[in-house]
C-alpha cells in the first residue's frame, strides 16, 4: 500500500533539514526560494515550529535557527539505548567504594529525575524514590546536568530571573548559579551541601555523549559531615565510574 504524504508536514521536516545542514542562520526568503514556497507560506511554517519550541527567531535579524528542543529530544533517544543497565553495574561498584548510595539522574526538560539508585547494605540511608523530580538548578546530580549545556541552552531553559527556593542552599539568582557551573565545568564534579535536603551533600558527575552534552549525572549522596571530609575522595571516584559509564555506553551506541 502506497504511503500518503503530507505536504505540509513535508515541507516543515525540509525546512528543518536545510538549517540543521548549512552553517549559520536562515532568512525567510531564503526558506521561502529553496522550498519553492512564498514567504508567507513558509512564514506560516516557521511560526508553527517556532511556537512549538523547533525553531528561535533572532529579535534584531528576524533570522531563523535550530532551538535546544533538538539537543533535548536527542537525549531521550540516546537514554533509551540501555543507558540504565549499563549504568547499573558501575553504580554498584561505586556503592561498594565509597559506602554511600549512588544515583542516576537524567534531564527531563527544566528538572531531573530519578531513574536508578543502589543503596549500601548497612548505615542510615538517604533515599530518594524511583522517579523523583527537582529543578536542574538544585542539587549536584542536577546541576552537573546543567553545567554540560550551552550558555545559549542555559538562557533559554532557566531565563536570568530569580531561581525559587529548593533546599537551605539552592542558589536564588542566575548569577550564582553560573558561579557554580564554571566551577563544575573545570573540575569535571560538583559538589553541594543543603541544596536539595537539609543535611545532604552530593557529589555528582556527568555521563556525556560524543559532543559533550550531559546524558545524565551519576551521583552520590549521604549526610554531609560525612561526605564533607572525604569531597576529592568521593569526586574521583564518582568520576572514574562515570567515565566507564560513558566508554560503555558509546561502545553501545556503535553496535
Known sequence: MKTRVNHSVDKALTAIIQIAEEPGEWSTSQLARNLGLSKSAVHYILGTLK?????????????????????????????????REI?????????DMTGEAAYLLVPRGREAVL?????????????????????LYAGAGHKIILAFMSDDELFEMLGRGPLPKVGPSSPETFE????????????????????????????????RDDSGHALASLTIAGFKHRLGPRKEE????????????????????KE
Open 87 to 95: 549504568a547499573y553495574p558501575y553504580m554498584k561498584q561505586l556503592v
Open 234 to 253: 568521593l569526586a574521583d571516584a564518582v568520576l572514574r565510574m562515570s567515565k566507564a559509564v560513558e566508554k560503555a555506553l558509546a561502545i553501545r551506541v
Open 176 to 207: 550564582a548559579l553560573a558561579r557554580q557551573i564554571e566551577s563544575a565545568r573545570g573540575l569535571g564534579y560538583l559538589y553541594t551541601e543543603d541544596e536539595y535536603i537539609e543535611g545532604i551533600a552530593g557529589v555528582a558527575a556527568p555521563i
Open 51 to 83: 511556537q512549538r519550541g523547533f525553531l528561535r527567531q533572532d529579535e534584531i535579524s528576524h533570522k531563523w535557527r535550530l532551538s535546544t528542543m533538538f539537543v533535548a529530544l536527542g537525549q531521550k533517544v540516546k537514554g533509551r539505548l540501555g543507558i
Open 115 to 135: 531513574l536508578e539508585r543502589v543503596e549500601p547494605q548497612s548505615g542510615i540511608q538517604v533515599t530518594m524514590r524511583l522517579g523523583e523530580s527537582a529543578p
